[in-house]
């Protein structure tokens, strides 16, 4: 199993920056990959980045250019630094892991872009 527990989440006003982290319960190589999705209210959870086998970063097309996914092997920790923030980029974050073909998920951190 893999718990995941995300931080950094708040309030940012358009063009502000933020960094959320993901701590996972274990050794992040032993994860298939690690990403982070998000859900607005109404709309269904979508991908924003990924690290596929832990090193092939991924990004949705409406993140790439601001959004940085980055890794700490000593601390088990997944980044996601967010730059240039628009008010659609206001949702719940989620962390996730593929470990051992299983689905795990953080509780979520919300983020909200308002001026």
């Known amino acids: 199993q893999v718990q995941l527990v995300e931080s950094g989440g708040g309030l940012v006003q358009p063009g502000g920056s933020l960094r959320l982290s993901c701590a996972a319960s274990r050794n992040i190589f032993s994860i298939n990959s690690m990403g982070w999705y998000r859900q607005a209210p109404g709309n269904q959870r979508e991908l924003v980045a990924t690290?596929?086998?832990?090193?092939?970063?991924k990004y949705a097309d409406s993140v790439k250019g601001r959004f940085t996914i980055s890794r700490d092997n000593a601390k088990n920790t997944v980044y996601l630094q967010m730059n240039s923030l628009k008010p659609e980029d206001t949702a719940v974050y989620y962390c996730?892991?593929?470990?051992?073909?299983?689905?795990?998920w953080g509780k979520g951190t919300p983020v909200t872009v308002s001026s």
């Open positions: 690290l596929i086998s832990i090193s092939i970063p």
């Open positions: 996730n892991a593929n470990f051992c073909g299983v689905q795990y």
